[in-house]
Nanobody, 116 residues
């Protein structure tokens, strides 16, 4: 069964850091582009960061450039999102996603709340 499971979310103060993980099972991520998305209350889901299968090309949403870093460990079948200098507007549910021949595969999401 193809599955993505996110972890690492939580409550953090403004300026703090979190590291999200996305563990894949049922397939090998090495052949796939992997992405992080987020959805804040009342807003549409938006792309945060994306990394190609070999890690050679990465792009970020303008709102997170310079603060967030996406990476992948193909040997561990896991994708990461390091989030630094967090702001209240980063509060959202964060999702991991990939696209396979059967369609988009999404994780269940992990909540990130940035608040003092």
């Amino acid at each position: 069964q193809v599955q993505l499971v996110e972890s690492g979310g939580g409550l953090v103060q403004p300026g703090g850091s979190l590291r999200l993980s996305c563990a894949a099972s049922g397939f090998t991520i090495s052949g796939y582009i992997m992405s992080w998305y987020r959805q804040a209350p009342g807003k549409e889901r938006e792309l945060v960061a994306r990394i190609t299968s070999g890690g050679g090309y990465i792009n970020y949403a303008e709102a997170v450039k310079g603060r967030f870093t996406i990476s992948r460990d193909n040997a561990k079948n896991t994708v990461y999102l390091q989030m630094n200098s967090l702001k209240p507007e980063d509060t959202a549910v964060y999702y991991c996603k990939t696209t396979m021949f059967v369609g988009d595969i999404w994780g269940q999401g992990t909540q990130v709340t940035v608040s003092s």
